[in-house]
């Protein structure tokens, strides 16, 4: 399922507009990303957890090399499904 094909979904179980869905998907992911660029926590219940994840910098090696290099330090969107989405699914 792609944004578009969301959209149509949404607007029909919300007997929304598409116009109206996309609005509402569109600042639900807006609110989605700015608490985690905030360093937060966003819990919706039955569906699941985002959270940033933190990688300390390390030495890696280049394969091709076999050079030592340093991998900086980065952040990352980690998602963890809640039981009623893992319910779904199987």
Same mark, same amino acid.
């Given at each position: 399922m792609n944004k578009t094909e969301l959209i149509n979904a949404i607007a029909e179980k919300a007997n929304l507009s598409k116009a109206q869905a996309k609005n509402a998907l569109d600042a639900a992911i807006e609110a989605i990303g700015g608490a985690l660029a905030a360093n937060d926590k966003v819990a919706l219940l039955g569906f699941g957890t985002f959270s940033v994840k933190e990688t300390a910098a390390r030495t890696g090696i280049n394969p091709r090399t076999k050079e030592k290099i340093e991998i900086a330090a980065s952040k990352s969107? *980690?998602? *963890?499904?809640g039981a009623e989405l893992n319910a779904k699914v199987k």
């Open positions: 969107v *980690k998602f *963890k499904a």
